[in-house]
């Protein structure tokens, strides 16, 4: 393996960490973790709602403050760092991308699931044509071959992209299956290729540490893990592999290990970690957002949240379809009376 290649590290604390807290980051807190990862030296720094701009809603959950609240106060303290939002086609609209940049964004990812790249044309036109570093996100990954996973990269490349991710939001792909994928769109692509995953099964490093050998030129992390489901691949963690392998990120270890100490871990009211449920989301390749939905559905009726996970999988739920944990949760709850 090439160790000489920079490899450029895009932040989820701030982002898929949102899910961990149920969207309850004070701008105090954003700010702090922002301060700290900039010190790090880590490249991107990721702000928004945990399902993207606009996701403040009933059915994804309210965050504590306004997203530009919290992109204008993190704007102010990254000195070194690009800030990133990130947006899903029909939660987000052009309008709230607009805001966005107002605030001072330098990077949007545009997140689809894995079978839907078109629906994203319009937002990657547009943001290229902005001048933003535009990144396309294939949620879900694990759902679909990898010769269609690269049918819909390339189709994110046409309009645009500068980089195109393998986004596997159940933390549900084996090693082999994270390789041939990374290694099929590195060979097939012209724009950078990046790797986002979920601890779920416990391979968030391992997977990383894969998709960089297999060519991804971006790779995601978050301090202690913090994101949704098992949490993302943990940075610090990470980064002590990526020394030890002389792959160069040019992030500093000690930093990142005093924030996910010091101010990270205080933070997580549910430990963010490989537990029975989030091991499931990676099991029955469930959406790892999901989990903190169907722990609330399954004490709202009674019912074995592993239960509904399971049902969630086999009925190849998605990113979108949060309403449907309570309707699998009474179903099952039903089904148990009987």
């Known amino acids: 393996m090439e160790t000489r290649r920079k490899i450029r590290i895009n932040d989820c604390t701030l982002r898929d960490g949102m899910h961990a807290l149920g969207h309850q980051y004070s701008v105090d807190q954003m700010v702090e973790i922002a301060g700290r990862l900039d010190e790090a030296g880590v490249d991107i720094v990721e702000v928004s709602?945990?399902?993207?701009?606009?996701?403040?809603?009933?059915?994804?959950?309210?965050?504590?403050?306004?997203?530009?609240?919290?992109?204008?106060?993190?704007?102010?303290?990254?000195?070194?760092?690009?800030l990133a939002a990130l947006l899903l086609p029909g939660i987000g609209t052009i309008e709230d991308l607009k805001m966005a940049m107002e605030c001072g964004i330098d990077t949007v990812r545009i997140a689809t699931h894995c079978t839907e790249a078109d629906v994203a044309r319009q937002h990657i036109e547009f943001s290229r044509a902005q001048g933003l570093d535009t990144v396309g996100f294939l949620m879900m990954a694990h759902m679909i071959p990898t010769d269609e996973l690269v049918e819909q990269a390339k189709l994110m490349e046409s309009y645009g992209a500068h980089c195109v991710y393998v986004t596997d939001s159940a933390g549900a792909l084996l090693m082999e299956e994270a390789r041939q994928r990374i290694d099929a769109l590195r060979q097939t692509l012209d724009c950078e290729v990046g790797f986002h995953n979920?601890?779920?099964?416990?391979?968030?490093?391992?997977?990383?540490?894969?998709?960089?050998?297999?060519g991804a030129d971006r790779v995601d992390g978050s301090v202690a893990g913090m994101g949704a489901g098992a949490g993302n691949c943990p940075l610090e963690v990470l980064i002590a592999v990526t020394d030890r392998m002389g792959i160069d990120t040019g992030?500093?270890?000690?930093?990142?290990?005093?924030?996910?100490?010091?101010?990270?871990?205080?933070?997580?009211?549910?430990?963010?970690?490989?537990?029975?449920?989030?091991?499931?989301?990676?099991?029955?390749?469930?959406?790892?957002?999901?989990?903190?939905?169907?722990?609330?559905?399954?004490?709202?009726?009674?019912?074995d949240p592993r239960d509904i996970l399971v049902e969630l999988g086999r009925r190849r739920m998605v990113g979108g379809q949060e309403d449907m944990i309570v309707d699998v949760a009474l179903e099952l709850a039903k089904d148990g009376s009987r």
């Open 49 to 82: 709602h945990g399902d993207g701009l606009s996701g403040n809603s009933l059915n994804y959950g309210f965050s504590a403050h306004s997203e530009r609240e919290y992109l204008v106060a993190v704007r102010k303290v990254l000195k070194r760092a690009d």
């Open 198 to 214: 979920h601890n779920n099964l416990g391979l968030g490093v391992a997977n990383t540490i894969i998709a960089i050998e297999a």
């Open 251 to 303: 992030v500093d270890l000690y930093t990142l290990i005093d924030c996910a100490d010091q101010v990270v871990r205080p933070l997580q009211k549910r430990p963010v970690q490989t537990d029975g449920n989030a091991l499931m989301c990676g099991y029955a390749g469930v959406y790892s957002s999901f989990l903190l939905h169907t722990e609330k559905a399954a004490r709202q009726f009674d019912v």
